[in-house]
Nanobody, 122 residues
């Protein structure tokens, strides 16, 4: 059974940092690209970062480029999102999800964790 658990969220100050973790089980993580998604208050869930299999390529939403870094440790079956220089607009619930390729339609993704809340205050 596929199981995903996000952790590491919390309250951060503007300019601060958080590291999110996505722990996976029930499937072979190394066979999938993994995306991090954010649902900001009042907005649709959107993909903000993705890492391909073996970490060969990464994708970032323009608004997080240069501030966020996604990386994976397949041995630990975990994908991370290092978030630096946080802004209030980074506030939201963050989710991870496996996908066949980075940028796959969100509607096609079948497995989601419960998410972790990130709140950035000024």
């Amino acid at each position: 059974q596929v199981h995903l658990v996000e952790s590491g969220g919390g309250l951060a100050q503007v300019g601060g940092s958080l590291r999110l973790s996505c722990a996976a089980s029930g499937f072979s993580l190394d066979n999938y690209s993994i995306g991090w998604f954010r649902r900001a208050p009042g907005k649709e869930r959107e993909e903000i970062a993705c890492v391909s299999t073996q970490g060969q390529t990464t994708y970032y939403l323009d608004s997080v480029k240069g501030r966020f870094t996604i990386y994976r440790d397949d041995a630990k079956i975990t994908v991370y999102l290092q978030m630096n220089s946080l802004k209030p607009e980074d506030t939201g619930v963050y989710y991870c999800a496996p996908q066949g390729y980075c940028g796959a339609p969100t509607s096609d993704l079948d497995y989601w964790g419960p998410g972790t809340q990130v709140t950035v205050s000024s």
